[in-house]
């Protein structure tokens, strides 16, 4: 296992607003840069190496990767790109810092999902070929199907999803930088227009754009280039079965691995416990769920009555999605999960404002890649 | 800095058109390199995809859809890619997993179905320039990259007859290729007589489209050994990118190229190049790329790869054998998976296991290289046995 301390030394973030005008992803991804930048006190020349996070059909372009460089200041740098969540490239640069052959690394990630004309043709494009995109229909029924199948196994009600709706859009309102936030009542969630059953449009996040840069550093660098770097104590991420054929349609086994191996990294035996705030996907209103009972942080069909008890807000004892989540801040794409764990950096630094998590030291992170995935990632961090 | 060593290697027949689904390709790469080794799935810890464009496959995230064929069900599993890059890329990326500690046994596949793009997967290529700037050109890549034949040649004074040569040596290398799709006797006058494609760009001067895949196996130390008697160890890795902006470039030199190899060489404590890196696998899409390359990666003085060709020096029984496998000229392109197969050519020939095309006198220490995006990245691999 690693013996090399990692921290999170800088954090700059453009966004999350469903539209964005004003800036071409350029634009987006120099400002998030440069403001990392100022956030960590360094500059490009201080960066050994770059990872960014993105899709060719996401962004409209064949081989993202040659967009990569010029706005971080990474031209004629190591930089390559991950086809995945930005968490993948977050333990990508991750796991390169450990190997010693580099100290500081940065990873971007953005959406300008506000460009993409057909996102659901580039979703169903992701469906295998020859067994599933000939069914030809939204693939949001992928999504209604696993929410039966979990609300039959689970036990957890309609009731009980439309609440994590209006808990985390009304987080959302707390926060300066959420692009959704809003106070709905159970009634409107419930009769918003079903999407595929039981799923309605009020209980599908809506998309955002933004950009998310973070700067990683190993341990000693770290503690020069500030005094609150925030740890990472934990990763673990994981891909189930693409196919839908062969997938589990309850349970987020993915979640249940990658969670695996970031407690045990972290040590930690008692995830309800030992968590003090997390950040979990919450793409789908029942995703919220599913996936705190995949991630231990509840046993199975418990997860109802912990958005019931209110255990979940702010104020509750296991505070989940501080930050508005996917439901309030937005979907970002690629760059949901770099979302994700930059609140649990602002939470664990105390800086989250009215949506502070009192006392937060040890957060999680967790993200879905979203439809058709069956893969994402968990992070571990610490204040200490 | 912990070693690892690649332990084991498969790739597919690379052919113009698959019977095999995209999934199958991978499928079959990964197999051969688990059975090379005689491990299987549950020795493997974590899985990493190089795939270059998933306008090729035609399937988003292709990622996802190819995992279950590359081994990945429910193990930790990422994609990446560097467009033509990548086949390179997916040793460091593998190299990154296990050299931090985190796993021991690590699968890297590459896999590209470049087939399924119709009328033609050049038609993927409109999709990788600048959708203001440049795309309402209709922009071909061999158009593009015959810029940077142009200039690299101009400034060296070379002549197509000088860079027609790598075309032959690496054609008739690749008729020992099991797995080669391009294999072919061809003279000078064959290449130079050849269809111009976009000057100064002949038929014969490039590769062509291809489907396959090809994997390789990693351990780290520790288990190394005990998998196989002669682990080739990776000894440096080394990436860089230029700038997007290709238009404000000097395209006769590929300085991204030098600084990927000046970080492989820095990693393997390797001072002289030319006197300790026996064989090389450089990126060669096209003819001149492979002497365009050489001198990017300092084994051959700026302007005098062409003139090395000429003397025999990067023949198979030459003094530094350069793409005895046949290269992409001679086996084929299926991107990712083409410079995968470079590696792989490194792995077998420092074993001694490279059959027919074996380079001869022991050969210790090779070079992978690949490049990729919009001229832009070049990744860099040394092995050593």
Known sequence: ?384 | MRKVAIVGAGMTKFVRRALETPIELAYEAAKMALDSCGLTLKDIECVVLGSAVDAFDGVCMKGEYLSGGAGAWGKPFMRHSVGGGTGVFSCIHGWMHVASGMFDLCLVVAEEKMSCCQPHPQGAFLTVYDSILERPLGLNLLWVVAQEMNHYMITNGLKSEDVALVSVKNKRNALDHPAAMLGADITVEDVVNSEIISWPVHRLDISATSDGAAAIVLASERLAERITDKPVWIAGVGYNLDTWYWTSRDLSYPVYVEKAARMAYEMAGIREPQKEIHIVEPYDPFSFKELQNLEALLLADRGKAAQLTADGVTARDGNMPVCPSGGLLGVGNPISAAALMKVCEIFWQLRGEAGKRQVPGNPKVGLAQAWGDMMQTGTVVILKV
């Open chain 1, 1 to 384: 296992m690693a013996t090399k301390r990692v921290a999170i030394v800088g954090v700059g973030y453009y966004g999350f607003r469903p539209v964005s005008p004003e800036v071409s992803f350029r634009e987006m991804i120099y400002e998030a840069a440069t403001r990392a930048y100022e956030d960590a006190g360094l500059e490009p020349k201080d960066i050994d190496g770059f990872v960014t996070a993105g899709e060719d059909w996401n962004e409209g372009h064949s081989i993202v990767d040659e967009l990569a460089p010029d706005q971080l200041g990474a031209v004629k740098r190591p930089v390559f790109t991950v086809n995945g969540d930005a968490m993948h490239a977050f333990v990508s640069a991750y796991m390169h810092i450990l190997t010693g052959q580099m100290d500081i690394c940065l990873i971007e990630s953005r959406s300008k999902a506000s460009n993409i004309k057909n996102l659901h043709e580039i979703t169903m494009m992701a469906l295998d070929p020859i067994y599933t995109r000939p069914l030809d229909t939204s693939p949001y029924f992928i999504a209604g199907l696993e929410m039966n199948r979990y609300l039959y196994e689970s036990g957890v009600t309609r009731e009980q999803c439309a609440r994590v709706v209006i808990k985390n859009r009304r987080n959302a309102l707390l926060n300066p930088y959420a692009g959704h936030g809003a106070r709905l009542a159970l009634d409107d969630v419930l009769n918003s227009d079903v999407i595929s059953y039981p799923l309605t449009s009020l209980e599908i996040s809506p998309h955002s754009d933004g950009c998310v840069v973070m700067i990683l550093a190993e341990e000693k660098k770290a503690e020069v280039i500030r005094k609150d770097p925030i740890w990472i104590r934990g990763v673990g991420w994981c891909t189930e079965s693409y196919s839908l054929e062969r997938r589990n349609w309850s349970q987020s086994v993915f979640t249940q691995k990658a969670a695996e191996m970031a407690y045990k990294m972290a040590n930690i035996r008692f995830p309800r416990k030992e968590v003090h705030v997390a950040e979990v996907n919450d793409e789908f209103a029942y995703k919220e769920l599913q996936h705190l009972e995949a991630l231990g942080l509840c046993r199975k069909g418990e997860a109802g009555h912990l958005i019931d008890e209110g255990a979940t807000e702010i104020s509750g004892d296991l505070p989940v999605n501080p930050s508005g989540g996917c439901l309030g801040v937005g979907n970002l794409l690629e760059a949901t999960g770099a979302q994700k764990l930059l609140e649990i950096v602002l939470q664990l630094r105390g800086e989250a404002g009215r949506r502070q998590v009192k006392n937060a030291e040890v957060g999680l992170a967790h993200n879905w890649r979203g439809l058709p995935t069956n893969s994402g990632a968990v992070v571990i961090l610490s204040n200490f």
